[in-house]
């Protein structure tokens, strides 16, 4: 019974680094172009000769 009193702390710990990281990732324009590289990897833009 006395590890909860480890496990809780902690578990609220990487609860919070995970928000954290999402909000910065929203802050860092991570999100903006979400079909970009969908449609990246689709075209092609080498013109070498086969």
Do not use: K, N, T
């Given at each position: 019974?006395s ?12 609860g ?11 802050r ?10 969908a449609e ?11």
């Amino acid at each position: 019974m006395s590890v909860l009193w480890y496990l809780i702390p902690l578990s609220l710990l990487l609860g919070a680094g995970g928000l954290a990281s999402f909000f910065w990732a929203l802050r860092s324009g991570q999100y903006e172009d979400l079909s970009g590289a969908a449609e990246r990897i689709l075209l092609d833009d080498d013109d070498r000769p086969i």
